[in-house]
T-cell receptor, first 117, second 114 residues
């Protein structure tokens, strides 16, 4: 069965430093998508970055990059130059299949990131 | 502005009462979803709908019901059969088969059973 594992309940990072949030996944599908979302204390879920299973290059979006290691089934999020506003919960999620009919995602348990001055 | 509106933001109910959470989207998305979030846990799928007048159970559908009579609306009813309804509920939408397929979320509804 498909599963997402985030083993870091909480992480601390100093402002302007880089931080890596870990995510491993399990699926038997060849086609799948991996997502990272940010959830501030207000509760809304903010989409950060996406990686398709057939994408050869690691995805990047501004200060966010996804370190995709397919053989190890890992999809770690790297945040460069952390800012105080990055303090939030971060969720890794996976969609099995090509997403042609549905985009239902399964989520990990999340990592709470705290950025300190 | 396009987006997803959930209401109410906070809701209190007594045990044994049904309550309905509203979710409206003006993004013209075909698919809509309801997730539940408990402290220390990720999001779990309750129900989803790919098209009007059709919906499927997710992983934790027991004690919940939905309807999809209009494309823009996907209300969730938390029934008295749901044994532990206190949680944060998130509604989302997407256009399957286009782009990355990311979900667009509302701001959530927090339900507390007294």
């Amino acid at each position: 069965a498909q599963k997402i594992t985030q083993t870091q309940p909480g992480m601390f990072v100093q402002e302007k430093e880089a931080v890596t949030l870990d995510c491993t996944y399990d699926t038997s599908d060849q086609s799948y998508g991996l997502f990272w979302y940010k959830q501030p204390s207000s509760g809304e879920m903010i989409f950060l970055i996406y990686q398709g299973s057939y994408d050869e290059q690691n995805a990047t979006e501004g200060r966010y990059s996804l370190n995709f290691q397919k053989a190890r089934k890992s999809a770690n999020l790297v945040i460069s130059a952390s800012q105080l506003g990055d303090s939030a919960m971060y969720f890794c999620a996976m969609r099995e299949g090509g997403g042609y009919n549905t985009d239902k995602l399964i989520f990990g348990t999340g990592t709470r990131l705290q950025v300190f001055p | 502005d396009g987006g997803i509106t959930q209401s109410p933001k906070y809701l209190f109910r007594k045990e044994g009462q049904n309550v309905t959470l509203s979710c409206e989207q003006n993004l013209n998305h075909d698919a809509m979803y309801w997730y539940r979030q408990d402290p220390g846990q990720g999001l779990r799928l309750i129900y989803y709908s790919q098209i009007v007048n059709d919906f499927q159970k997710g992983d934790i559908a027991e004690g919940y019901s939905v309807s999809r009579e209009k494309k823009e609306s996907f209300p969730l009813t938390v029934t008295s059969a749901q044994k532990n309804p206190t949680a944060f509920y998130l509604c989302a939408s997407s256009i399957p088969g286009r782009g990355t397929g990311e979900l667009f979320f509302g701001e959530g509804s927090r339900l507390t059973v007294l």
